[in-house]
């Protein structure tokens, strides 16, 4: 997966928060430089079996060389989340952390924080899945547990599911 990938899967992440949710993160470490290509503002692609609406949003913006800072707008309170392409196992994906919801600090006793996702830009829409809990269950509550669930099924085609698709927000739309 390229860098291209990379970037949608922030996007997806954070948009399909619906997926799965880790109390520890895949990889604390990262030097992967971020993808300029999914850096701004991107809207949902509504689908036809009633998805997210276009009034979900997101706004990818570079934190430092190898880290986004991702606001995620919805009809509920926003999302904020850092961001940091990985690559384990030889899959390049991207480690999302919450950091803010409604405009507030994470509460620190809140687990959950941690998604993992990838990304592709396809036909000019990023379309992001997050990582498979049927895969990679859910309720793994460390970075080993995790790690090696995330390698045992690293070839999978079905290691990331639930696609979601943005497209880029338009000025003055």
Not at 12 to 26: D, F, M, N, R, V
Not at 64 to 83: M, N, V
Not at 132 to 145: E, S
Request: hydrophobic share 40%.
């Amino acid at each position: 997966m390229n860098m291209k990938c990379i970037s949608a899967l922030l996007v997806s992440a954070i948009l399909c928060l619906a997926g799965c949710k880790y109390e520890a993160p895949l990889m604390q470490e990262h030097g992967i430089p971020v993808d300029t290509a999914v850096l701004g503002f991107w809207e949902v692609v509504p689908d036809r079996s009633g998805g997210p609406d276009s009034s979900e949003n997101m706004m990818v913006l570079r934190f430092s060389d190898t880290e986004y800072l991702i606001h995620y707008s919805a009809k509920e309170e926003p999302l904020y989340f850092r961001g940091y392409p990985i690559k384990i196992g030889g899959v390049t994906c991207v480690q999302l952390q919450l950091i803010g919801i409604d405009n507030k600090p994470v509460d620190s006793s809140q687990k959950e924080l941690f998604h993992v996702a990838s990304y592709e830009l396809v036909n000019g829409e990023l379309v992001i899945r997050t990582l498979n809990a049927n895969l990679v269950g859910g309720g793994l509550k460390d970075t080993g547990a995790l790690v090696k669930a995330f390698l045992k099924h690293k070839d999978s085609p079905e290691l990331f599911a639930n696609p979601c698709r943005f497209r880029r927000k338009l000025k003055n739309t």
